[in-house]
């Protein structure tokens, strides 16, 4: 539902910030605008930080630099040509110019990627071409992102698109492109917001709709489901009636559950907020017969097991194999919470198998399973990234578990 009439993320950025315990929002206006909130619902009233027009911006809070704490990137267009104009500021609201990318498509957006410590440009490929990505890495964001032109060999590499596995629109037949790919890094993985525009044939603005997708490396994705994970509506006057568009930053982690930030065009420009269950992109599911699930033969660090549980009259139980045959049984877990400790008969912990190659067998029964993981502290700390934070959190990734 909408919680800010002032403005739509565009990408932008939505973030909370641990220095002063605010939720922020920076958004696509006339100019850059902003404004801030105690939890991320009601927001106070919004303000130009920035003037010019722009076609698309993304907003990043790096909190490993003190000094350039928020850095951004406005896609503006000058004399036919179309570059990021990027920025460095301490507070999100004082900024200061510090460069330019080399010639990119509007809607163009980046992100940073910890598993390989880069920052990495997604760029809009080409102009009056099927709407893809490009792709273009950096370590410095001020001093890296200057490729040649179109068509010159040092011009950004082609990256990643729709296909034929995006559903087309039975009314339009029109083969879906990706307009655009907001990422950030979500426990121990990628997290990608994929925009896919399946065409725009009438008065109606582009029924664009945002899709999900995960990656190990930030290069390489998985999209197994092809559903609208932010859809559109087909009432004219929803919010949500056209161009559902993702923020920077993806999502934020509240409690024991997400914050998704997006956008749409039909009542107004409007940010809107969505939820869902924390972990909740997926799980495996157990009817009332109950079934088994054995992951591949893993290694861990850590000692204390954690699940991510619907199971309010079901329940899970787990074995740990070895090479030698089954080595330790949990007790029967039951309950419906995002965080919930797994015991073991005959044992404390897994410290004794850490390091150790081994397979997990969960049996679940009349229940859904999200997530497990295993943590060296008794709070079920995930030591995971947290996507653009959330209340409790003092960094990029989870370190208090039930602490929060």
Same mark, same amino acid.
């Given at each position: ?278 972990? !909740? ?5 157990? &009817?009332?017969?109950? %079934?088994?699930? *054995?992951?591949? $033969? +893993?290694?861990? #660090? =850590? ?20 090479? !030698? ?5 949990? &007790?029967?877990?039951? %309950?419906?919470? *995002?965080?919930? $400790? +797994?015991?073991? #008969? =005959? ?38 990234? +947290?996507?653009?934070? =959330? ?14």
């Amino acid at each position: 539902n909408p919680v800010f009439s002032g403005g739509m993320v565009f990408s932008d950025g939505v973030w909370y910030d641990p220095k002063d315990h605010l939720f922020k929002l920076w958004y696509f206006g006339h100019g850059t605008g902003y404004t801030t909130s105690k939890d991320g619902i009601h927001w106070d009233p919004g303000t130009n930080v920035l003037s010019g027009e722009t076609d698309s911006q993304t907003v990043w809070l790096d909190l490993e630099e003190t000094s350039k704490r928020f850095k951004m990137i406005r896609s503006v267009i000058a004399s036919n040509d179309c570059r990021g104009q990027i920025y460095y500021s301490p507070d999100g609201v004082e900024w200061n110019h510090v460069g330019q990318t080399g010639s990119w498509g509007d809607r163009s957006t980046f992100f940073y990627n910890p598993f390989r410590k880069i920052w990495v440009i997604s760029v809009r490929h080409g102009w009056g071409q099927p709407r893809a990505r490009r792709y273009w890495e950096v370590k410095d964001l001020a001093k890296g992102p200057y490729w040649g032109e179109a068509g010159e060999p040092q011009y950004p590499p082609f990256w990643i698109g729709s296909d034929s596995l995006d559903p087309e629109r039975p009314d339009y037949k029109i083969p879906c492109q990706l307009y655009n790919l907001d990422c950030v890094a979500y426990e121990s993985l990628m997290l990608g917001l994929f925009t896919i525009w399946r065409g725009q044939p009438g008065p109606r603005e582009k029924p664009n709709e945002v899709c999900v997708g995960f990656s190990r490396d930030g290069f390489h994705w998985a999209r197994p489901d092809r559903r609208p994970f932010c859809p559109v509506s087909e009432a004219p006057g929803d919010w949500n009636y056209a161009n559902v568009q993702s923020a920077g930053g993806c999502c934020l982690v509240v409690g024991d559950q997400l914050y998704l930030y997006v956008s749409g065009r039909g009542k107004g420009r409007v940010t809107s907020l969505a939820t869902l269950r924390r972990d !909740g992109f997926a799980s495996i599911d157990g &009817d009332f017969f109950g %079934g088994t699930l *054995t992951t591949r $033969p +893993v290694r861990f #660090k =850590g000692k204390y097991f954690f699940v991510n549980l619907e199971a309010p009259s079901g329940g899970v139980w787990i074995e740990v194999f070895g090479e !030698g045959g089954k080595l330790l049984t949990s &007790d029967r877990i039951k %309950g419906d919470k *995002t965080l919930l $400790p +797994v015991t073991w #008969k =005959g044992a404390d912990d897994l410290s004794a198998l850490a390091g150790k190659p081994v397979q997990l067998r969960f049996h679940l029964y009349d229940g859904k399973l999200y997530s497990f993981w295993i943590s060296p502290d008794k709070s079920g700390a995930s030591h995971g990234y +947290v996507a653009a934070g =959330g209340p409790g959190f003092t960094g990029p990734v989870d370190t208090v578990g039930m602490a929060r």
